[in-house]
């Protein structure tokens, strides 16, 4: 029984066997690293962070407030990547998620008021 459960423990916090919410764990320090990296010129890299989004969200384990922010952090990785179509989608699904989010509103109004890309751009 001591085996079993030893090596349960084991297989429970391999990357493998990682959760959803292991993921987004994850990934939001990708994520904040990346920003850090940006901040200092050094040049954050944003794809590490995107993929455990991603299967973060995959997963299906969230709650709604856990789905809205995974959607949000990711819109905010794609932003840096300046990927705006998929930083508009990511920051538009966390708000139909939850239509009260404000920060995921301020990022997207902010986006469309300033992008450096006037396609995005739009001041109304």
């Not at 995107?50 to 969200?57: G, R």
């Not at 952090?73 to 998929?86: A, E, I, P, V």
Request: aromatic share 14%; net charge negative.
């Amino acid at each position: 029984m001591a085996l079993l459960f030893l090596s349960l423990m084991i297989c429970g916090t391999s990357p493998g066997w990682a959760s959803g919410l292991d993921d987004l764990r994850a990934a939001r320090e990708k994520s904040w690293e990346a920003l850090g990296r940006e901040v200092l010129g050094k040049g954050g890299n944003y794809d590490e962070a995107i993929a455990l989004f991603t299967k973060a969200i995959e997963s299906g384990e969230f709650s709604r407030d856990d789905l809205k922010e995974a959607y949000y952090l990711r819109g905010f990785d794609w932003f840096w990547k300046r990927d705006y179509d998929k930083a508009i989608a990511d920051y538009t699904k966390a708000i139909e998620i939850d239509p009260k989010y404000p920060i995921a509103y301020n990022k997207l109004a902010w986006l469309m008021a300033t992008c450096p890309d006037g396609r995005y751009r739009d001041g109304n």
